[in-house]
């Protein structure tokens, strides 16, 4: 009981100093830091524990807002986009990595990472910079976004596939990547075809 209120007090703690600072954080750095002050090392009684390493943790947080990203841009380009392959390939979007989304969230809770609840600064100017476009424009953006996006994920997924510590974490990396790198595949069929 003493643990809960523990960890209880901590998040608070954590809650409201985001609050005063989110101008300075973002959702992601947000999340990192609360991972990092959760270091088994230093504080665990206070915390919680985390049961993963930093690398780990990073990994899961960079994966929790790029999927979010994915499933936010995919819902704008369902409403904006003309482009059948576009809004098939965004439906896509939204099915798959929310799918990933929901399966990365469960790893997390069972390793007590906290994951970002928001986009991070980048995917939320992409979002807001797409959102202003329109017919063809608009298209030609997200695909692009789309290609550049995956590209990183894919890296990503491997890099963690090959170098994770946590057997939970790498099991999902290396599943995740090949979804990955069909997208892929399929944005670079649409973007080829939009030439």
Not at 28 to 48: I, M, V, Y
Not at 168 to 185: M, N, R, Y
Request: hydrophobic share 40%.
């Amino acid at each position: 009981m003493k643990k809960l209120i523990y960890v209880m007090a901590i998040s608070a703690s954590a809650l409201a100093f985001q609050a005063c600072s989110g101008e300075n954080k973002d959702a992601k750095e947000s999340a990192d830091s609360l991972n990092q002050a959760k270091d088994t090392t230093t504080n665990e009684a206070a915390t919680g524990g985390i049961a993963v390493d930093d690398a780990d943790s990073k990994f899961a947080t960079t994966a929790a807002v790029g999927g979010m990203a994915e499933v936010e841009l995919g819902k704008l380009a369902l409403q904006k986009s003309s482009n059948a392959q576009v809004k098939e390939f965004a439906t896509m979007m939204v099915t798959d990595h929310g799918n990933a989304n929901m399966e990365l969230m469960t790893i997390a809770k069972t390793k007590n990472i906290t994951l970002p609840t928001t986009l991070d600064a980048d995917h939320q100017k992409k979002l807001d910079d797409l959102s202003k476009k329109s017919g063809a424009d608009f298209d030609k953006a997200y695909v692009s976004d789309m290609i550049d996006g995956h590209k990183s994920t894919l890296k990503l997924m491997e890099d963690e596939s090959k170098n994770a510590k946590d057997v939970e974490l790498k099991g999902f990396a290396t599943k995740t990547a090949p979804i990955v790198q069909s997208h892929l595949v399929m944005i670079n069929k649409i973007n080829d075809s939009m030439k």
